[in-house]
């Protein structure tokens, strides 16, 4: 068996403003990020799908001691996306220091940012962001 949708597609269709994800043809749930299986019925009948991208901020942090190369402070939060799943991602157009409980709730859309690769990667990553709904 393989993955249908890969990390590596994950990411190529980030960089294209796509939020790809999988469906699945016995229960019609989605998946998201890239998984082998369906998360609801743990099905390998997937096909891949464009996510709409929006969504809804469920929980957050602010990070303010961060991994080797990001600066902090910044704020990361589990979105739930509008066809289901959830998503963790870096929210931004928020400031860190008055992020508060309000955050949660606020209706989000997804996007991009590409980081350079560092002493324990491969290469240059690149990570979901959402960004509040104007």
């Known amino acids: 068996m393989e993955y249908k949708l890969t990390s590596k597609m994950f990411a190529e269709g980030l960089k ?13 749930s989605f ?9 609801e019925c743990t099905s ?16 957050f942090t602010v990070i303010r001691v961060p ?3 990001l600066d902090a402070p910044y704020v990361i939060g589990m979105v739930e996306l509008d066809e289901g799943p959830w998503l963790m991602g870096n929210i931004v ?3 860190p220091d008055k992020a508060s409980m ?15 690769g560092d002493k324990f ?12 709904e104007k």
Not at 31 to 39: I, L, N, Y
């Open 44 to 59: 390998e009948d997937l096909d891949i799908v464009q996510l709409s991208g929006k969504g809804e901020v469920r929980t």
């Open 93 to 95: 157009d928020v400031n």
């Open 102 to 116: 309000e955050l949660i709730g606020t209706r989000v859309r997804a996007g991009h940012r590409v980081l350079p």
């Open 121 to 132: 990667s491969a290469g240059e990553m690149v990570a979901v962001t959402f960004s509040p």
């Open 31 to 39: 998946t998201a990020p890239p998984k082998k299986v369906c998360m």
């Open 16 to 28: 294209e403003n796509k939020l790809l994800g999988l469906k699945c043809r016995k229960c019609g």
């Open 67 to 69: 991994p080797e190369g």
